[in-house]
């Protein structure tokens, strides 16, 4: 299964540990948004897409990348890493972090196969003054947790 990973992660990295724990699982290619090139999606398999989550979505530049796609009838999963729980985001944002993107990807045709999230390491704003929230994440379990949910990728890639 040739798998690209799209992936954005900004501050402390945080999606970065997940989108790699993931890559070397499913032997993947890594890639930033800035370097995709949109006419060799067709070659993969499947697709993951994934960020850090600001104000309730995924970062501007992976939702930019996907609005310039063309059609395509793929599969894809979807992941990200949050300083917040996602229930919260229903408080704050009116809906869960992945819905923007998940909207946007099946407009643009695929099929999402799997959704995974954990949280991060987050100073943003005044979380800095108090030396930020979750620190140490994503740890070693949230990272066997990607490389889990991953695997299971695998069957659903192949139906």
Same mark, same amino acid.
């Given at each position: 299964?040739?798998?690209?990973? +799209?992936? +954005? ?16 699982? =499913? ?12 006419? #060799? $999606?067709? *070659? ?10 600001? &104000? ?5 530049? $992976? ?5 310039? !796609?063309? +059609? =395509? #009838?793929?599969?894809? &999963?979807?992941?990200?890493? @949050?300083? =917040?729980?996602? @229930?919260? @985001? ?9 819905? #923007?993107?998940? #909207?946007? !990807? ?14 991060? &390491?987050?100073?943003?704003?005044? $979380? ?16 066997? @947790?990607?490389? *889990?949910?991953?695997?299971? =990728? !695998? ?5």
């Amino acid at each position: 299964m040739k798998t690209l990973i +799209v992936y +954005v992660s900004v501050h402390h990295k945080n999606t970065e540990k997940i989108a790699k724990a993931m890559a070397d699982e =499913l032997r993947a290619e890594l890639v930033n948004p800035h370097h995709v090139d949109i006419h #060799t $999606l067709a *070659d993969y398999d499947v697709i993951g897409f994934g960020s850090g989550i600001y &104000f309730g979505k995924h970062h501007e530049t $992976l939702l930019a990348l996907v609005d310039e !796609l063309p +059609v =395509l #009838t793929k599969k894809a &999963f979807i992941f990200s890493t @949050s300083g =917040l729980k996602d @229930s919260l @985001s229903k408080v704050l944002y009116g809906g869960n972090f992945h819905k #923007t993107l998940r #909207t946007k !990807l099946v407009e643009k045709g695929f099929t999402i196969i799997g959704e995974f999230s954990c949280r991060g &390491f987050d100073t943003f704003g005044p $979380l800095k003054v108090i030396g930020g929230i979750n620190r140490g994440r994503p740890n070693e379990k949230d990272i066997e @947790s990607a490389k *889990d949910f991953v695997q299971s =990728l !695998l069957q659903k890639a192949v139906a």
